[in-house]
C-alpha cells in the first residue's frame, strides 16, 4: 500500500511504502508551488494535485511505461480561482476540486482529461476547505470554514443536488476531510485535534475528539473504505476488479539497463553507478530529503557552502536548533519574562517584593526614623517634607512593599510609619499634580502678588506727598503798624498750608462758629480781645 506525501519543505511529492517504509520521490520541484491538496485513481493509475501559486490542477501519470514530465502536466489552467482540495471518483472518472476564492467560492469537477467541466456548489459557500468522494452512496462531503469562527459539515449529491449540513460549529479550524462507511472525520488546526461525528448524526449531536496533539496540528487524514461498500454499484466495476486482481507482479526485469529506473530528485546520477551524487543541502538514497527538513525548530534554516544546516532563530529561542526558549526558567519567584525583537537577552518583570535582574532578591524594608533623614535628600536641605494625601495615593503601599511608581530619583526621604503600616514617600509628591490643591496655591499666589504692587504703589504715593512744602507764615501785628482795631499792644497769627501757596495773605477772620454767635453783638474791646484769643491757640486745640 501507498501513501502519496507532498512536502512542503522542497515543494515535492513522494510515494511512502507502509510495508517497507520507503520514500519514492515522484515529481521535481520547480521552486514556487505551493501544494494544497492531492488525490490518486487507482484504475488509471493518475496523481492529480492542486498548486494553489499558479492556479492550476495537474497531474501525472504513475502507470509502469508511462512518458511524462518530472514536474507533471497541466489539467486545468485558472485565472481567478484558486484551487485547495482535490478528490477524484474512480467510479465514474471524475476530479473534484474546491476554490477557496472569497469573491465568488466553488466546488467545481471535471473528467480525468479536463472536459466537461462545471461548477456545482457556489450557494452558501465560504470557504472550502477540503471535499471527500464517497463512491459507493454517490456523495459529495466536504467542510466548510465559515465566516468568523463558525464552521460547517456539508454533503450533497455528485451533481449538487439534495444538499445538507450535517454540523454546524464553532472554534474550528478544519483543514483536512476523510469519510467511512458510517463516520466523517476531519483535522482541527485551532485544537490540534482529528474529530469524529456519525453521517446520521442528529442535528443536536457533538463530534468526538479522536485523538489530540499536544504541539503540532495535524495537516491530513485517510479513511480506508471496505470492497464492500462499492460491491454492488454498476459504475464501479472496474475499480471491483482491480480490488480482486491476484495476478503476481514479476520483479525481475530483462533487458533493462539498471540505471533506468534511478531518479536523482535533488541530484545527478552517477555514471556506471546504481547512486546519485546529491546537491548541497539534500541528502539520501534518490537526493530526497533536505538538511532542513525539520531541523530548526524555531527558526529559519540555510544551508553554507558545505551542505549542512544553520537555523537562524525567532526572538526568544536559541540553541544549535533553536529548540531552548531563552526564557525557561529564567525568571525567580514568577516572574514574567519577555524577549523584546531584537534583543539578545530576556527581561524579567518582578513581582512586588522582589528585585534583580531575574527578580532572584527580595527587596529590603526602606524605614528611616524622622529625627534622622538623609543628608543627601532636598526635604533635609530645605527642612520641608511632602505629605502625600488619599488622591496620591500611588505613592505609598502595604507594608514590607516599597511604593509603586516611584524611582530612586524621586524619592528624597522615605519614613516608615509602624501605626498604619504604611511606606510614606516624602518628596514623592514632587512632579505631581493635585486638583484642588495646586489651583487653589495658584490663586491666592496671585492674589498675593497684586495685593503686594497695591500697596507699594500707594506707599509711594505718600512718601511723594510727605515731600511736598509744609508752609508756616507767622504774621506780628502791632499796635502802631495796623490800623484796622484796637488789639492788644501784639498779637501772632500762624496761618497754615494755606491754598498751598508760598505767600499767604489772606486776611484773618472769625471761625464761622463765633461770627454767628457775635452776629448780633455789639462790637467792643472785650469781644475782639476774645476772638484775638481763640486765634492764638495751638494748632491741635
Known sequence: MLLFVANTDNASIFSFHIATKKYQPLV??????NIQGLAFDPVKELLFWTDATARSIQWMPLSPGSISSDYGKVLIQMDNEIPR?????????????TNINSKRPTIERAKFDGSDRKVIVDKNIFMPINLEVEQGTGRLYW?????????????CDLDGNN?????????????????????????????????????????????????????????????????????????????VRLYHNKTAISETLKGVSRNEGLFCLHGDKIVDKLACKCHPGYTGDRCEVGVCQQFCVNGECSVTDDGLPVCKCSTGYGGDRCEVSLCHNYCSNNGVCSVESGAGEPTCECPRGFEGKRCEAE?????????????NSPAHATGETCNCSASGAETQAAANETPDGLTKDKISEVVYSTDDGMFVATGACEGTWDSVRDPLIAVLGTFCALLSIACGIMLNRIMQLKKRPRIKKRIIVNKNLTPLTARPDQCEITIENCCNMNVCETPCFEPSSIRANLKNAKPCKEEKSSLISNMERPDNY
Not at 28 to 33: A, F, H, K, M, Y
Not at 85 to 97: F, H, L, M, N, T
Open 363 to 375: 527587596k529590603k524594608d526602606i524605614s528611616m526614623a524622622p529625627s534622622t533623614p538623609s543628608t
Open 85 to 97: 482540495g482535490i478528490a477524484v471518483d474512480s467510479c465514474r472518472g471524475y476530479v473534484y476540486w
Open 28 to 33: 521535481r520541484r520547480t521552486g514556487s508551488e
Open 163 to 239: 444538499r445538507r449540513v450535517h454540523y454546524q460549529g464553532i472554534q474550528h479550524n478544519p483543514n483536512a476531510l476523510a469519510v467511512s462507511k458510517d463516520h466523517i472525520f476531519w483535522t482541527d488546526w485551532a485544537f490540534k485535534s482529528v474529530w469524529k461525528l456519525a453521517k446520521n448524526a442528529d442535528q443536536e449531536a457533538e463530534p468526538t475528539e479522536l485523538v489530540h496533539y499536544n504541539y503540532d496540528p495535524p495537516f491530513g487524514v485517510v479513511a480506508r473504505y471496505d470492497i464492500d461498500d462499492i460491491q454492488n454499484v454498476a459504475e464501479c466495476g472496474a475499480l
Open 143 to 155: 467542510a466548510d470554514d465559515k465566516e468568523g469562527i463558525h464552521y460547517s459539515i456539508e454533503s
